[in-house]
Structures are given as structure tokens and as C-alpha cells.
């Protein structure tokens, strides 16, 4: 059964770093895709970043330059590297993986990112 666990969230102020983690219970090696999405209060969800399976990056203009999305093949883990916090980054943060090998795609519980002062 596929299943993703994301960890690291938490209360940060504005100009602080968090490293949020995505642990997934497969291989990772055969995803197409692997994503993090957030959603803050009263929006829709959007999408933050992505990595596909050959390491190619794309981020939300949003985030361009402050966030880093990573995959550690081995740890069958997701990374976002998240620094420059600021307010508007509050929101709880989603992982989504699709496999080649799994029909459909998964996503995480979420965790709760909060930037405040």
C-alpha cells in the first residue's frame, strides 16, 4: 500500500528556515513525479514545486529562489528546503507522488506551516 508521511512543519518567523519531509512507504525510484502543494485559509490548494524522476526542478513563481525541492532516492524520502519565510507562506503543506508502477496518484496528511512573528 503507498502511502506518504510529511513532517517537519511547525511555527518559524518571517526570514527563518524550515525542511519539510515527505517519507513514502515504496520505492520512489518509478514516480514520474513527485510535488508539494500548499493550502492556506480560505484558498485553494496550489502547487509549490516539483521534481520528476530525472531530477528536473520547476517551482511557483511564488517561491522561485526560496525554496528547494529534493528527492533522496534511497531514503524514499521528499524534501522542500524552505528559506526567506515570509506570512504568505503559512499554509498546510501537501506531498503528491504518481508512480509508473502504482495506478493513480497519493497524497500526503499535510503539515502545518506557520510564519509569524
Known amino acids: 500500500q503507498v502511502q506518504l508521511v510529511e513532517s517537519g512543519g511547525g511555527l518559524v518567523q518571517p526570514g527563518g528556515s524550515l525542511r519539510l519531509s515527505c517519507a513514502a512507504s515504496?520505492?520512489?525510484?518509478?514516480?514520474?513525479?513527485m510535488r508539494w502543494y500548499r493550502q492556506a485559509p480560505g484558498k485553494e490548494r496550489e502547487w509549490v514545486a516539483t521534481?520528476?524522476?530525472?531530477?528536473?526542478?520547476t517551482y511557483a513563481n511564488s517561491v522561485k529562489g526560496r525554496f528547494t525541492i529534493s528527492r533522496d532516492n534511497a531514503k524514499k524520502t521528499l524534501y522542500l528546503q524552505m528559506d526567506s519565510l515570509k506570512p504568505e507562506d503559512t499554509a498546510v503543506y501537501y506531498c503528491?507522488?504518481?508512480?509508473?508502477?502504482?495506478?493513480?496518484?497519493?497524497w500526503g496528511q499535510g503539515t502545518q506551516v506557520t510564519v509569524s512573528s
Open positions: 503528491f507522488a504518481d508512480w509508473r508502477t502504482y495506478p493513480g496518484s497519493y
Open positions: 515504496v520505492n520512489i525510484v518509478n514516480t514520474n513525479t
Open positions: 521534481v520528476t524522476s530525472g531530477g528536473i526542478t
